[in-house]
């Protein structure tokens, strides 16, 4: 009947029952498993590289492990998120900079009055009022740097309570308006 496959029925080339010509080995289907190679070793034994069972994650855990080479201890994502009464500290410490700077700008004030009395009204008015930016820009900025939630709220309170007083007393009591001084 067919002389082409050596027997007397044609055969499909899609029953699985090989319809190729030769006489040599067959290839399993691809969709059978093979068996691993001498080459790749045994199978690998214990939970896979995500660190689940076999089974997969237990309920209500994420469908991933870490990421590999992550710190151990530390979950994946960043920092931990900012505790709630972090907001409460900031604004109360920020009032408190404000009056420190209201304390800081009376001391500056004594200070120019008493030299400027000996000394060039005008340099010593100068020198009082770049001190007073100094320690509320540079101060507060080196405060808010230092990423604590009391130093933050200072130092925000620093420069505030500065250009609070500045816009108060016109620029009278920072030394920016000098004319006022005559």
């Known amino acids: 009947m067919s002389e082409r496959y050596g027997d007397d029925a044609p055969r499909d080339p899609h029953d699985g029952r090989g319809g190729h010509r030769g006489g040599g080995p067959q290839q399993p289907p691809p969709w059978t498993p093979r ?4 080459a790749q070793g045994p199978p690998p034994q214990g939970p896979p590289q995500g660190g689940f069972p076999p089974g997969g994650p237990p309920p209500g855990h994420p469908p991933y492990g870490p990421p590999p080479g992550y710190p151990p201890g530390q979950p994946p994502g960043g920092p931990p998120p900012r505790r709630s009464g972090s907001t409460g500290v900031v604004i109360a410490t920020a009032f408190a ?37 100094l320690i509320a820009f540079a101060g507060g900025f080196w405060l808010v740097s230092l990423r604590r939630d009391w130093t933050k709220g200072l130092g925000l309170g620093l420069m505030i309570g500065w250009a609070l007083i500045s816009v108060i007393s016109a620029g009278y009591c920072t030394g920016l308006n000098p004319e006022l001084y005559a």
Do not use: K, R, T
């Open 35 to 38: 068996p691993p190679s001498p």
């Open 97 to 133: 900079g404000v009056v420190l700077m209201g304390l800081i700008n009376v001391g500056v004030a004594l200070l120019v009055l008493i030299i400027g009395a000996e000394a060039e009204s005008s340099i010593v008015v100068g020198f009082g009022a770049a001190a007073l930016a």
